[in-house]
């Protein structure tokens, strides 16, 4: 059974960065396309990033140009790089893979919260 392990979580002012990591326990080429949602207080879970394994990002426009997707393949990790943090990316952020069964593999989740 795969795992996910997300680490890099915590409490950060506004305009301030923090970045994610997400460890897998298996060659992340055994996946077709890998992402990060997230879920915000009240709301429902929602796209943040994903990143194809050829290379291709895309990204929710409310996080265009502040955060940035990518992964070591050597480390068989994913990183989702938050910059200029807004009290609206407060959320539980969980990573998420697919493989080519089209089986979703999700992280346990970890607390992205955003001060004003």
């Known amino acids: 059974q795969e795992q996910l392990v997300e680490s890099g979580g915590g409490l950060v002012q506004r305009g301030g960065s923090l970045k994610l990591s997400c460890a897998f326990s298996r060659s992340i080429f055994g996946f077709y396309v890998m992402a990060w949602y997230r879920h915000p207080p009240g709301n429902q879970r929602e796209l943040v990033a994903a990143?194809?394994?050829?290379?291709?990002?895309d990204y929710d426009d409310s996080v265009k140009g502040r955060f940035t997707i990518s992964r070591d393949n050597a480390k068989n990790t994913m990183y989702l790089q938050m910059d200029s943090l807004k009290s609206e990316d407060t959320a539980v952020y969980y990573c998420n893979a697919k493989d080519y069964n089209d089986y979703d593999y999700w992280g346990q989740g970890t607390q992205v919260t955003v001060s004003s």
């Open positions: 990143i194809s394994i050829d290379g291709r990002t």
